[in-house]
């Protein structure tokens, strides 16, 4: 099944924060196993994905009224 690609603010803010989630729940898994290397490879991009997701909440208050 695919799954159609984000196109309004408000969908790409949703579709960022689920994929911080889930790099939050690899670098979990990563913790346990003791996985360092698999540990910073996620941190850093859990970085590009917060800088994401604050260019696309900047982009919603700079959006004109409809």
Do not use: S
């Amino acid at each position: 099944m695919t799954h159609p690609i984000p196109q309004t603010p408000e969908e790409l803010e949703r579709d960022c924060l689920g994929t911080i989630w889930r790099v939050c729940d690899d670098m979990i898994r990563c913790i346990q196993q003791g996985d360092e290397a698999g540990l910073d490879v996620h941190y850093d991009f859990l970085r590009k994905q917060m800088n994401r997701l604050q260019i696309i909440k900047g982009t919603k208050r700079r959006r004109p009224l409809e």
